[in-house]
């Protein structure tokens, strides 16, 4: 018999969350770099910072990294987490938008033509400034692809996990319905069941009598 720890331990595992198509799968990978529920942040170092931008190929493995590139690299990765949660319906946090404005201005991204037509926006500064340019350019292509608006911020606050919405009609609100969903939902009918709980029993009004003085 398991525990209903473990049960939740193997539905999690066993239900997959939904991927971002082209270069966005880039954006979708940085900003769960930090895994909420599990309290981990595979960019926290220096060294594990350098491993991840090297492991895409957007750094040299003997790339110089340091604390403030740990810094920089978690300011983008949080502004960007911030616009995803955007994406249900909220405006878009000024803040973050001058966070991502400030990315693009350090690593200097610039329009580079091709000879077969067309243009990719680029980084033009060398290290983690330049590597984390590419990000910056994943998110404009996807908003040129229409694909931008669909990749959100679960809405589980443990989880905050970014998810592709491919449901039809883009109102999805979970990574996984199974799993932050239905954990969201007991949390809500709880809560309307304390706070039926606490209107129910109001006190009983005074009858008050022809001869009442109030
Ligand atoms: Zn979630």
Redesign the pocket.
């Known amino acids: 018999m398991l525990t209903r720890q473990a049960q939740t331990a193997v539905t999690t595992a066993l239900v997959p969350r939904a991927r971002a198509p082209g270069t966005l799968l880039l954006v979708q990978d940085f900003v769960n770099t930090r895994d909420m529920e599990e309290g981990t942040d595979e960019l926290a170092r220096p060294d594990s910072l350098r491993g991840w931008l090297a492991g895409r190929g957007l750094l040299p493995v003997d790339a110089a990294v340091g604390t403030a590139d740990v810094a920089r690299a978690a300011a983008l990765r949080e502004a960007l987490r911030t616009l995803l949660f955007a994406h249900h319906g909220e405006p878009a946090d000024a803040g973050a938008i001058g966070a991502v404005n400030r990315a693009a201005n350090e690593a200097r991204l610039a329009p580079r033509f091709a000879d077969a037509g067309g243009y990719r926006l680029e980084p033009g500064a060398p290290g983690v400034g330049g590597a984390l340019g590419w990000i910056v350019t994943a998110v404009s292509e996807a908003m040129d692809a229409g694909t931008w608006e669909r990749l959100k911020a679960?809405r589980?606050d443990a989880?905050?996990?970014a998810?592709y919405d491919s449901s039809r009609n883009h109102s999805g609100s979970?990574?996984?319905m199974a799993?932050?969903g239905n954990r969201m939902k007991v949390r809500a009918y709880r809560r309307r069941r304390r706070e039926g709980g606490q209107r129910r029993p109001e006190p009983a009004r005074p009858v008050r009598g022809p001869g009442s003085s109030a």
């Open positions: 679960c589980n989880c905050q996990w998810f979970w990574c996984r799993v932050c």
